[in-house]
């Protein structure tokens, strides 16, 4: 089994930015496949960052490819996901998951293994 856990998460000033980031911990072995989601209240889960270990390809979901960034650690396990800069729409529980799976996408059935989430909440 593999645990995620998120952190970073907090209250940012519109304009600003955050670094979040999440620590992969188990059997990392198996995992081929990370990425970070979020959820906003009332909102469906949405894919906003993914990472292929295999071909260390990233990609990041259209509604934030101008703003957001995406790196890895391959040492420490450890996905980051850079929000610079941050918009009030970006206000969400943010999830980290991973997955056996090679080829990955940014839709929540690729991935088998989520963190506990990390909130960002942000003032305009």
């Known amino acids: 089994q593999v645990q995620l856990v998120e952190a970073g998460g907090g209250s940012v000033q519109a304009g600003g930015s955050l670094r979040l980031s999440c620590a992969a911990s188990?059997?990392?072995?198996?995992?081929?496949?990370m990425a970070w989601f979020r959820q906003a209240p009332g909102k469906a889960r949405e894919g906003v960052a993914r990472?292929?270990?295999?071909?260390?390809?990233?990609a990041i979901a259209d509604s934030v490819r101008d703003r957001f960034t995406v790196s890895r650690d391959n040492a420490s396990n450890t996905l980051y996901l850079q929000l610079n800069p941050v918009k009030p729409e970006d206000a969400a529980t943010y999830y980290c998951?991973?997955?056996?799976?090679?080829?990955?996408?940014?839709?929540?059935?690729?991935?088998?293994?989520w963190g506990q989430g990390t909130q960002v909440t942000v003032s305009s």
């Open positions: 998951a991973a997955s056996t799976y090679v080829n990955c996408g940014l839709g929540e059935n690729d991935y088998d293994y």
């Open positions: 188990g059997n990392t072995a198996s995992v081929n496949c």
């Open positions: 990472w292929r270990l295999r071909f260390g390809s990233s």
